[in-house]
């Protein structure tokens, strides 16, 4: 606690400084027409904007969220191939994913939630919420969201990139954007990417395709985007070490309608959508050369003299679906600004493993197996957002009521308050209640040492802040305390009376996080004639009073107990440019070495990244490098991470 405190100390006394530019902007309008005054004026919001995404040395929408402060990215797979992505100590399945204001999260588990149709190519920018905001967004914004702003087609562009580098990785990617007319503007792009991998079986290949078209009128906007994403990779212990040569390939289909009307003294927002997504995941990996073969007549597979075991009936097969809408009106009036509206979301699953008994087998196309179990839920919600301005202070209610088919009915309640200090930034006050529903693997999940529980209940959490923000023209800065207080909490957990070491989906009663955590980027280029554009500082420390826990977690309890970055952007002059990052990480939490048998605590790693650009006109051409001080260390525990990894590419763009 008292570490908490003295780094509390030093970041007041960091955020403080170069706050004395005398013009104060206009807060940002993040996470898109879907976000309320609310979220806007008093949470934390970080925005990873269009320039830091050309300079830093990531080439991955994962790559780019290690940027964010309280964002923990735990990779299993590189280059965005498997990622757990979460916010303030939550879990992956805590944190709602957005594009343009689209929820994203895959029903069957959040290991898919970044399985996304989105290059960074496409990015404009990304804005991270910390916090809770269940009380807007619905059951996934448990502890966070995440909104991926793509690019308007407001010229007419090509942009063609490629990239090569250690472990025969090779990515390559074109886009063009095209000015239709005055009012209509269409951009897509296509990207492929592959690699032999940095260790055995740790091998990709993937493929994403987006478009999106959109009209700006005077009082009507509109936008249809489209997207695929495929890909395919060695799972070499990612969920469980007892049977490391794992293999995993997935399919995402995204189609989206939204758009808004203005009217008077008031507008219309509105959105519809559908994300199809599959999933073949082989515990004992048979896809490529040299892995395990079906026996036919023995009904085994086997590689070589290794047989698989003899419960194991072929890979898992899961195809999940989700359709879903939000409508809303915006007016004002003498009583403030007002919002209210209504969402509505279905989600299934198809499966060889999750859900309850089909009367009629499915068949999996192109397999000999069959799709033997479903399940389904409708999630709906109306909400009300009240916001009313005295003098400097503003004040904000909302209120949502939830209704499940599966889990029943939530009121979920959002109090904030901010106060403007004239030429010196903004204070403000939150508090929200929040939820999580169970995801189908929760709940029927079971092969490979790992059973759900459909006696799984929803997770509950009250989210309590204290903040203060400011904007200038030289400085963007954040600070925040928080404290979220979980109960019914959903773990997968060893218990201690459990010989068999299982894995077992449950409702572990309460877990409480505190922290502070805050960002600043500071723009200097005028000061240093462009020696040092800009310098970005963010950390994020987070705690827990609970005591000791008489079982092993694996997910809630092991969450970044503290994350420090520092970056600069540099202009030598001449084209010649670099940036580079300092990430320190320490994790809380401990994992079994599965080599030893050993309960091993996480250790405490330091991770330099950095790019390299030469710049002339049209093209850029850059190198990067990550992680080079080539530490070994696992973001999940027995996953090794790459070590030292070196790239090189170009990226030309030409405006006609």
């Not at 908490?4 to 996470?31: H, K, M, S, W």
């Not at 100590?89 to 944190?95: A, P, S, V």
């Not at 000999?368 to 005295?390: E, M, P």
């Not at 029943?408 to 200090?421: H, T």
Request: charged share 20%; glycine share 10%; hydrophobic share 35%.
């Amino acid at each position: 606690m008292r570490k908490l405190i003295l780094t509390g100390c030093a970041l007041t006394t960091l955020f403080a400084f170069g706050q004395n530019e005398p013009r104060t902007l206009d807060e940002v309008e993040v996470l898109g027409e879907k976000a309320p005054s609310a979220i806007i004026e008093a949470q934390h919001v970080q925005v990873i904007d269009s320039t830091q995404i050309r300079e830093i040395a990531a080439t991955t929408v994962n790559e780019l969220l290690e940027y964010a402060s309280a964002v923990d990215v735990r990779q299993r797979g590189p280059r965005d191939m498997q990622s757990d992505v979460s916010v303030r100590g939550g879990t992956f399945d805590q944190t709602l994913i957005l594009v343009n204001g689209i929820p994203m999260n895959d029903p069957q588990t959040g290991h898919h939630n970044m399985n996304l149709p989105i290059g960074v190519e496409d990015i404009d920018r990304i804005e991270i919420l910390h916090g809770g905001a269940s009380h807007r967004y619905g059951p996934y914004a448990f502890s966070g969201a995440i909104n991926i702003i793509t690019k308007n087609p407001t010229t007419n562009n090509i942009t063609v990139s490629a990239e090569y580098g250690e472990y025969n990785t090779q990515q390559a990617n074109v886009g063009a954007s095209i000015h239709l007319s005055e009012k209509w503007g269409l951009r897509a792009g296509v990207g492929v990417g592959q690699s032999d991998g940095y260790l055995d079986n740790t091998d990709y290949h993937q493929l994403s395709t987006v478009a999106e078209l959109t009209y700006q009128g005077d009082n009507v906007n509109l936008s249809f985007l489209s997207g695929y994403n495929s890909k395919g990779f060695g799972a070499q212990n990612f969920y469980t070490s007892a049977f490391p040569n794992q293999y995993e390939a997935t399919t995402t289909q995204f189609h989206a309608i939204r758009g808004s009307v203005l009217l008077n003294k008031g507008g219309i927002n509105f959105n519809l959508y559908s994300r199809q997504h599959t999933d073949r995941f082989e515990l004992y990996r048979e896809t490529g050369e040299g892995w395990y073969e079906y026996n036919e007549s023995a009904g085994v597979y086997a590689r070589g003299t290794d047989t698989a075991a003899v419960w194991y009936g072929g890979p898992n097969f899961h195809r999940s679906g989700v359709e879903g809408g939000e409508a809303s009106y915006k007016v004002i009036t003498p009583a403030g600004r007002t919002e209210i509206g209504f969402d509505l979301r279905n989600e299934r699953v198809l499966s060889n493993n999750l859900g309850l008994p089909l009367d009629n087998p499915i068949a999996v196309p192109g397999t000999r197996f069959n799709y033997t179990r479903s399940d389904s839920r409708l999630n709906s919600g109306a909400f009300v957002h009240q916001r009313y301005t005295l003098g400097n202070v503003i004040f904000n209610g909302s209120l949502r009521f939830n209704a499940n088919s599966a889990f029943g009915n939530e009121w979920l309640p959002g109090f904030e308050v901010a106060y403007s200090i004239p030429n010196a930034g903004r204070v403000y006050g939150s508090y929200n209640r929040s939820f999580r529903l169970p995801t189908f693997t929760d709940l029927y999940y079971r092969l490979g040492g790992a059973q759900g529980s459909a006696d799984l209940q929803p997770e509950y959490s009250h989210n309590y802040e204290l903040g203060y923000k400011r904007a200038t023209s030289k400085v963007r800065s954040s600070i925040s305390v928080f404290l979220r207080d979980g109960t019914n909490m959903i773990d997968w957990v060893v218990l201690p009376t459990d010989t068999t070491g299982t894995l077992r989906a449950q409702n572990i009663t309460e877990l409480t996080i505190y922290g502070i955590d805050g960002d600043m980027t500071i723009n200097v280029a005028e000061e240093t004639n462009n020696f040092i554009k800009n310098i970005r500082l963010s950390a994020a420390f987070m705690n827990t009073p609970t005591g000791e826990f008489d079982f092993e977690s694996l997910y809630a309890l092991d969450f970044l107990a503290a994350k420090v970055a520092v970056g600069m952007s540099h202009d030598f002059g001449k084209g010649f440019g670099l940036s580079w990052q300092v990430n320190a990480q320490d994790r809380q939490g401990t994992y079994v070495d599965f080599g030893t048998g050993d309960v091993t605590p996480y250790a405490p790693v330091v991770l330099i990244d950095a790019r390299a650009t030469w710049k002339r006109k049209f093209l850029t051409v850059y190198v990067d490098a990550n992680n080079i001080l080539d530490n070994v260390y696992q973001d999940r525990g027995n996953v090794l991470q790459p070590g030292r990894w070196v790239r090189a590419g170009f990226r030309l763009s030409l405006d006609y």
